[in-house]
């Protein structure tokens, strides 16, 4: 059983430039979560994808957007990028939604994004 | 909607001491009560959950935690702490159904000294 991997494991970019972190799901999971862990923070729900379908949003501006594959692997893209962007971005699988029959969702171990 | 509560942001303890970390939630529906643990530069990883049946759980590394209703808090407990215990701990919550996802506190930093 492969777990939830993501790419890149960190990189630094420039204010306003543009970014897209890649996760790879667990095996059998067809539910995508993304956090943003601030430093010093607890993880903060960005959005969901289910079955390729936006499913849910947080309070982040329209310039964080994603996309799932139809092997539900997802990608989240961010434009004209701020110094508060730096943050672990999280990405998390499970098996449907709430986290499945189990509750529970799978962590990556994030892509560090610095913006300077 | 949900919100967690972790009072505590930072708990000192000497090794082989018990901790308890703290953790109450709020909710308007039944919900599904998590503890992750976070190692420096890490992601998150499961400590142990509260799904129903019996309130006290047994989690890995040596980890429980108690489930009380009447008090909407999940604190996690450890009766003797080791070095590789120092780690951020978050609590967490996510409905059993429709469309939500977990909901974190801030995290309590665990700091074990010899």
């Known amino acids: 059983e492969t777990g939830v991997t993501q790419s890149p494991t960190h990189l630094i970019k420039t204010r306003g430039q543009q970014v897209t972190l890649r996760c790879s799901s667990q095996?059998?999971?067809?539910?995508v979560s993304w956090y943003q862990q601030a430093l010093g923070q607890g993880p903060q729900f960005i959005f969901q994808?289910?079955?390729?379908?936006?499913?849910g949003r947080g309070n982040f501006p329209p310039r964080f957007s994603g996309l799932q594959f139809p092997n539900y692997s997802s990608e989240l893209n961010v434009n004209a990028l701020e110094l508060d962007d730096s943050a672990l971005y999280l990405c998390?699988?499970?098996?449907?939604?709430?986290?499945?029959?189990?509750?529970?969702?799978?962590f990556g171990e994030g892509s560090r994004l610095t913006v300077l | 909607a949900q919100s967690v509560t972790q009072l505590d942001s930072q708990v000192p303890v000497f090794e082989e001491a018990p901790v308890e970390l703290r953790c109450n939630y709020s909710?308007?529906?039944?919900?599904?009560l998590f503890w992750y643990v976070q190692y420096p530069n890490q992601g998150l990883q499961l400590l142990l959950k509260?799904?129903?049946?019996?309130?006290l759980v047994k989690g890995i590394n040596g980890f429980e935690a108690e489930f009380n209703k009447s008090q909407t808090s999940f604190h996690l407990r450890k009766p003797s702490v080791h070095i590789s215990d120092t780690a951020e701990y978050f609590c967490a919550v996510i409905p059993p159904s429709g469309y939500s996802t977990l909901t974190f506190g801030k995290g309590t930093m665990l700091l074990v000294s010899p």
């Open positions: 095996s059998g999971h067809n539910t």
């Open positions: 909710s308007s529906v039944s919900v599904y």
């Open positions: 994808y289910y079955r390729e379908e936006e499913n």
């Open positions: 998390a699988s499970s098996d449907g939604l709430a986290g499945g029959s189990t509750g529970e969702l799978f």
């Open positions: 509260y799904l129903s049946g019996s309130t």
